[in-house]
C-alpha cells in the first residue's frame, strides 16, 4: 500500500552532514582566528543556512558583535523561557540595538504545552529536565527548523563537561559551530575592551553564568563558572547541547 502523502512543508531536505564534513571543516579552518573563521562562513557556503543562537548571557556579546560585524541581518534565535531575569530581557534589547541585528526571533514555550505540564510554573522545582525541555529545547527545535547549520557561543573553560569542546559538532543532522570553544576568560575580557561592549548587568554582582532566575546563582571564588546552574541538583546542561565528541562525560 502506498504511504500516505505527507505535507510538503513537514518533509526534511535537509543535507546531512557527515564525520567526514567535520573533518574537512576543521582541516579548513584549523588556526583560523574565530572572527576570520565566522566571516568565511557566513558570506561562503553557509549564508543564508545559518543562524546565531543566543542567551544573551554574560559573555554572549563576544559572539553577537563577531556576527554582527560580518552580517547583522543573520538571524539571532533567543529562547525566552519565561523566566527570564529581566535584567536579561533589557540586556538583549540593548545589545540588540547597539549591535544594530535586523532579524532578532524570540520563540517561547508551546502555551498549551505549559498548561499541562507546568500549571503552576513550578516544575523547574521538582523536574528541571523536563522544565528545560518544555521551555528550552522544544522551542529552540521549533526555531532551528528553516537552518542547516547554528552557531553556539559555549567556551570550553566554562564546565568540566565543556572541557573537550570541538569547534565543529554535527547535532540533530545540523552543523553546530562553536567559535569560541578555546577561547579563555581574558580573551573575552580583551575583546569586551577592544569594542567597548556592554556588560550584563548581573555579572558584577556575582553571576558569571546566566540562565533562568530560578535556577541561577551566585559562583564562590574557585568554582566552575557555571557551578551557579541548578545548584543542587546533579544536571549541568539545559539539554539544548549533547556531550561534545570526545567528551566522556554526560550533558545532563
Ligand atoms: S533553567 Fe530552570 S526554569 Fe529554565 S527551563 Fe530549565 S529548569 Fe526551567
Not at 42 to 48: A, C, I, Q, R, V
Not at 96 to 110: F, H, K, N, Q, S
Not at 217 to 246: F, L, M, N, T
Request: glycine share 8%; with cysteine; charged share 25%.
Amino acid at each position: 500500500m502506498a504511504e500516505p502523502a505527507r505535507r510538503l512543508d513537514t518533509i526534511d531536505v535537509r543535507p546531512a552532514w557527515t564525520a567526514d564534513d567535520l573533518a574537512a571543516m576543521e582541516a579548513s579552518y584549523t588556526g583560523v582566528p574565530a572572527p576570520a573563521m565566522l566571516a568565511l562562513l557566513l558570506t561562503g557556503e553557509l549564508k543564508g543556512r545559518i543562524a546565531a543562537v543566543s542567551s544573551f548571557g554574560a559573555e554572549s556579546a563576544v559572539l553577537l558583535h563577531m556576527v554582527a560585524s560580518v552580517d547583522p541581518d543573520v538571524p539571532v534565535v533567543f529562547t525566552n523561557t519565561q523566566k527570564m531575569f529581566g535584567e536579561t530581557l533589557a540586556y538583549r534589547d540593548e545589545l540588540a540595538e547597539r549591535l544594530g541585528l535586523t532579524d532578532l526571533r524570540v520563540y517561547r514555550p508551546d502555551p498549551r504545552v505549559l498548561r499541562l505540564r507546568d500549571g503552576t510554573g513550578l516544575r523547574w522545582s521538582y523536574d528541571p529536565d523536563g522544565c528545560c525541555e518544555q521551555r528550552k529545547v522544544e522551542p529552540l527545535r521549533r526555531a532551528l527548523v528553516p537552518f542547516d547549520a547554528w552557531i553556539s557561543g559555549r567556551k570550553g573553560f566554562q564546565a568540566g563537561t565543556r572541557r573537550a569542546l570541538p569547534r565543529f559538532e554535527i547535532d540533530d543532522g545540523r552543523l553546530k559551530i562553536n567559535p569560541l570553544a578555546d577561547w579563555s576568560k581574558g580573551d573575552l575580557d580583551t575583546y569586551f575592551a577592544a569594542h567597548d561592549l556592554p556588560r550584563h548587568p548581573l555579572e558584577a554582582q556575582g553571576y558569571p553564568s546566566i540562565g533562568c532566575a530560578p535556577c541561577t546563582s551566585k559562583v564562590r571564588p574557585g568554582e566552575d563558572p557555571r557551578a551557579g546552574r541548578w545548584r543542587g541538583w546533579d544536571k549541568v546542561e539545559c539539554g539544548i547541547h549533547q556531550p561534545a565528541v570526545g567528551t566522556d562525560e554526560p550533558a545532563f
